[in-house]
């Protein structure tokens, strides 16, 4: 019998509670697996009250006999890697195997340069806000085919051809473009040495470890990084990440072929978040939003910076319910809505005076979507410590099947709190 293979994805610009949704999954789960991305994400899981970030550890790491994955999607900066397995190990935590693709992509130190030195020279207005964690560069790199990847870090003659003649373009940019200070070659090579030595023991065919994993009928699970919104082909580019964070892009970062896929799984925050710049129709600037931000802790795990906050998106969602093939959703931080009396919710957008039911692909306009709004009535009662759907107070589930309603995908999972087991599984 096949493995069942589950994907977990962001449905909306990042930040949904991923980690813990995974976190619930954990014990029906063989594989963790990461797809996308890199330092740019950060996974907050706490298990017994402490917490845990990780920015490349797939989230599973924290169960024991589990095995993660970091797949050839995924762009590695060695140096975050290596300091979050140290912080692992010296908590005695690093139980479960790791295994990194060969074909993974090495975030160098060059990269996280270019991406701070072009952020700031495309100047105010004109930013994207990245992480700074060097991803743009990274993948641009792995496009333009002369990335270096893991596998590369293992053997000392490709990897000094293929950064000699990485650092002779690279220090063109630094020096001639933006006015930084070249790269020694030979500080490169010996870091880039020690990186794969250390790394040396996880490195495999990620491909092949998940394919034989199923057929022993064993259960995998894909957990995407960022959001629907950010993907650089379905988010609202250019104010996008550079990978595939949709459902799509976890068989192509495996090497797993999509008929093997069982379910997806749309992680959906009962708000709305997003770090960086780019349009984000239900933004509410005032006090609706900063209540949102102090109350759901709203600020980024990687960069400190608050998070914009606002309502539901409800025709965001129902475009991320067709772009990744969502059949089941999480959702979280339902406690966060706790207090409101009255909860908009949009469900349309004005787009020049036309009703628009469709998330626009064009940038310009869904610059110019406003909101419509229904407005639900809310729940005073504190639901933090609700275990069952029915300990819920009515007008809080009338908000959940809303959103089943307007979506027409099941909710199978409620946050209720940051815990582990502040969470209501339906039919999960
Ligand atoms: P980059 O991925 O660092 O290039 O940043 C591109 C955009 O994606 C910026 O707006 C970032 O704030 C956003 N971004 C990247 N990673 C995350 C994440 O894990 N959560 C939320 N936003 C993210």
Redesign the pocket.
């Known amino acids: 019998m096949k493995g069942r293979v589950e994907i977990i994805i ?1 449905a909306q ?3 949904e509670g991923k980690g813990r949704v995974v976190d619930s999954l954990g014990s029906k789960v063989d594989i963790f697996a990461r797809y996308q ?2 330092a ?3 996974h907050t899981v706490i298990v017994e009250g402490k917490k845990y970030v990780f920015h490349l550890l797939p989230s599973g790491m924290l169960y024991p006999c589990k095995t993660c994955v970091i797949g050839n999607g995924v762009v590695i900066d060695p140096e975050q890697l290596l300091k979050e397995l140290k912080e692992l190990q010296d908590q005695g935590k690093d139980r479960a195997r790791l295994v990194i693709s060969a074909a993974a992509h090495v975030v160098m130190p060059y990269h996280k340069l270019l ?1 701070k030195a072009q952020e700031s020279l495309r100047g105010k207005g004109r930013q ?9 560069p990274a993948y641009v790199d792995k496009y333009s085919r002369c990335g270096i990847r893991v596998g590369d870090l293992l053997d000392s003659d490709v990897l000094r051809e293929k950064l000699e003649v990485n650092l002779e373009e690279k220090n063109l940019y630094l020096t001639k473009i933006y006015g930084e200070e070249p790269l020694p070659f030979h500080e490169m090579f010996a870091l880039a040495g020690s990186w794969g030595k250390a790394l040396a023991p996880y490195v495999d065919d990620a491909s092949r470890i998940i394919d034989d994993a199923l057929k022993e009928g064993r259960g995998v699970l894909f957990e995407g ?3 629907t919104l ?1 993907d650089v082909d379905h988010g609202t580019y250019p ?5 595939s964070p949709v459902a799509a892009g976890g068989c192509v970062g495996l090497g797993v072929g999509p008929a093997l896929v069982d379910r997806v799984i749309g992680v959906v925050k009962a708000y709305c ?6 349009p984000f129709p239900t933004e509410d600037s005032g006090s609706g939003g900063e209540r949102l931000r102090e109350k759901g802790a709203e600020f ?4 400190g ?1 608050p ?1 914009r906050c606002g309502w539901l998106d409800l025709v965001a969602l129902r475009y991320a319910v067709r772009v990744n093939g969502i059949s089941s959703i999480a959702l979280t931080k339902l406690d966060v809505l706790s207090g409101i009396e009255r909860i908009p919710i949009c469900t349309v957008y004005d787009i020049e005076g036309e009703t628009e039911e469709h998330f626009p692909c064009a940038l310009q306009r869904l610059e110019k979507a406003t909101p419509y709004y229904e407005h639900l009535e809310g729940w005073q009662k504190d639901i933090s410590s609700c275990k069952e759907y029915h300990d819920l107070p009515v007008q809080a589930r009338k908000y959940v099947e809303y959103i089943e309603a307007a979506t027409g995908v099941p909710v199978n999972l409620i946050g209720v709190g940051p815990g582990r087991d502040q969470t209501i599984l339906r039919n999960f």
Do not use: F, K, M, P
């Not at 994207?128 to 743009?136: A, E, K, P």
């Not at 980024?300 to 960069?303: K, R, V």
């Open positions: 962001g610009w990042g930040d991305g890199g740019n994400a950060g991406d994207i806000g990245t992480t700074g964690r060097g991803i743009g990084a960022q959001g950010l104010y996008v990440t550079s990978s978040t997003r770090v960086g710049e780019g980024g795990a990687t960069t910076r998070r």
